[in-house]
């Protein structure tokens, strides 16, 4: 296993205890002795198969760590459900996979030294395809990572219209699966998304030109999304209005 998937290995299982802990408190959920056990399998299976993943050569890995997150935590899902807790998640979201939606958006959620792991994995799994000797040259493409599917809509349109490639990713993995398929070039991301910080930072780390968008942007957001290299930090309205103003073309 290289250094960055040790370290971001280690921050991970490190830190999904303590997320989930905070997680219970915050919703009411009572942490009592089944729950205890619960959130410890859940830990060692993240251990486990994370560990499986990450000793695999970059090309042969399959699975985002935090799809294997993800998985990991059915155990506690199992555990919520048995105590008569209904499955609702709180932010209004379902899916069969997550019903309690216990699923962190982003590697953040896991804290600051768990996502800079996360990242610094990720540029390392990125040169590691880059620096192949005979590299696959990948089309140009924009990724289009949106909340609301009118959003997501209209830009892939508009996007298409110009006879550019358009790509949708709803999750970490499916920017890391994007990134690693094709040449993204241009990035559109709506702050909104339950994954927006952690997409933002993996494209702009992998180069893309990077523009957020949404509701009530104030001075401090868009300092703060800037400082990360964000290019446009611009409000859903005018984004939707006249994209062609903050969308690039590729040529």
């Given at each position: 296993m290289v250094?960055?998937?040790?370290?971001?290995?280690?921050?991970?299982?490190?830190?999904?205890p303590?997320?989930?802990?905070?997680?219970?408190?915050?919703?009411?959920?009572?942490?009592?002795?089944?729950?205890?056990?619960?959130?410890?399998?859940?830990?060692?299976i993240?251990?486990?198969?994370?560990?499986?993943?990450?000793?695999?050569?970059?090309?042969?890995?399959?699975?985002?760590?935090?799809?294997?997150?993800?998985?990991a935590?059915?155990?506690?899902s199992?555990s919520?459900s048995?105590?008569?807790?209904?499955?609702?998640?709180?932010?209004?979201?379902?899916?069969?996979?997550?019903?309690?939606?216990?699923?962190?958006?982003?590697s953040?959620?896991?804290?600051?030294?768990a996502?800079e792991?996360?990242?610094?994995?990720?540029?390392?799994?990125?040169?590691?395809?880059?620096?192949?000797?005979?590299?696959?040259?990948?089309?140009?493409?924009?990724?289009?990572?949106?909340?609301?599917?009118?959003?997501?809509?209209?830009i892939t349109?508009?996007?298409?219209?110009?006879?550019m490639a358009?790509?949708?990713?709803?999750?970490?993995?499916?920017?890391?699966?994007?990134?690693?398929?094709?040449?993204?070039?241009v990035?559109v991301?709506?702050?909104?998304?339950?994954?927006?910080?952690?997409?933002?930072?993996?494209?702009v780390?992998?180069?893309?030109?990077?523009?957020?968008y949404?509701?009530?942007?104030?001075?401090?957001?868009?300092?703060?999304?800037?400082?990360?290299?964000?290019?446009?930090?611009?409000?859903?309205?005018?984004?939707?209005?006249?994209?062609?103003?903050?969308?690039?073309?590729?040529?």
């Open positions: 250094p960055e998937s040790q370290r971001l290995h280690a921050t991970f299982v490190a830190a999904l303590a997320y989930l802990t905070a997680l219970c408190a915050e919703r009411g959920y009572q942490l009592d002795r089944n729950m205890v056990e619960a959130i410890e399998q859940a830990t060692s993240l251990d486990t198969e994370l560990a499986a993943e990450l000793d695999q050569g970059f090309r042969e890995q399959r699975r985002s760590p935090l799809e294997i997150v993800r998985a935590l059915a155990v506690v199992h919520l048995e105590s008569g807790i209904a499955p609702v998640d709180p932010s209004g979201r379902r899916s069969v996979g997550d019903p309690f939606g216990l699923a962190p958006g982003s953040s959620d896991l804290g600051a030294e996502h792991a996360h990242l610094r994995w990720g540029v390392a799994k990125t040169a590691a395809f880059v620096g192949d000797v005979a590299p696959r040259v990948a089309e140009p493409a924009v990724a289009v990572m949106a909340a609301d599917r009118a959003d997501r809509d209209a349109s508009f996007v298409g219209e110009r006879a358009c790509v949708a990713v709803r999750n970490p993995g499916a920017v890391e699966a994007a990134l690693r398929g094709r040449a993204i070039m990035a991301v709506d702050l909104a998304h339950r994954s927006a910080r952690d997409a933002i930072e993996q494209f780390a992998g180069g893309a030109v990077t523009i957020a949404g509701d009530a942007i104030d001075d401090l957001l868009e300092t703060g999304l800037r400082a990360k290299g964000v290019r446009h930090v611009v409000e859903r309205q005018r984004l939707l209005a006249d994209p062609a103003s903050f969308i690039p073309l590729i040529v």
